[in-house]
């Protein structure tokens, strides 16, 4: 699950980047998420200290939309939120379409879902769920190589829609094995940046 800091970098950089809002004011955020201006403060420094946020008296201001997003895409530990997978003997597409309708969809079919096209083929479907009683009762536990990994979410995620906003997808992009997550990863960044 994400910690404070990440939930509030994935904030910045969706209203940054999709919303092209480049201005805060760390109250704001405070007052969005219920905490304290000291964890608001405490998550700035990474991003500030790289000159990827600038901070002014009343606010701060983003400067460098990628390198904020790469500061998220390594300090990101999404093998960790792994709460459950199996082997499915399904194609990807077919996966996808028996996910229950609370699943939030990250990856290749989130990109595939957002934009209408997959930059390369995949057979690996990865979802957020937090109740994964369904899934399990949907695809059983079975032995060899896992095609569906559900995730644990953080309590905010479901605001974002039925998949991960694109600047979480650029950071769960970043942090997978297959080979063709780089394929995946290219074709997001010339389309957010």
Same mark, same amino acid.
């Given at each position: 699950?994400?910690?404070k800091k990440e939930i509030v970098?994935? *904030?910045?950089?969706?209203?940054?980047?999709d919303k092209k809002t480049r201005q805060f004011t760390q109250k704001q955020l405070a007052k969005k998420f219920g905490y304290s201006l000291s964890t608001i403060f405490n998550a700035l420094?990474?991003?500030?200290a790289s000159g990827a946020v600038e901070v002014k008296s009343k606010f701060f201001t983003v400067r460098d939309q990628e390198k904020f997003l790469n500061i998220w895409s390594t300090f990101r530990n999404l093998a960790k939120d792994i709460i459950y997978e199996t082997r499915v003997d399904?194609?990807?597409l077919?996966? *996808?379409g028996l996910m229950p309708a609370d699943a939030i969809f990250t990856a290749y079919s989130a990109y595939r879902q957002k934009f209408s096209d997959a930059p390369a083929?995949?057979?690996?479907?990865y979802v957020y769920a937090a109740n994964p009683a369904e899934i399990k009762k949907r695809f059983p536990p079975q032995k060899g190589y896992a095609n569906l990994i559900v995730l644990k979410p953080d309590v905010y995620l479901k605001n974002y829609g039925p998949t991960v906003p694109a600047t979480q997808l650029y950071a769960d992009l970043w942090n997978l094995p297959e080979w063709y997550a780089k394929d995946f990863l290219n074709g997001l960044k010339e389309k957010i940046l």
């Open positions: 699950m994400l910690k970098w994935r *904030e910045i950089l969706c209203q940054s980047i420094k990474i991003p500030r399904a194609p990807a077919q996966i *996808e083929d995949y057979d690996k479907v």
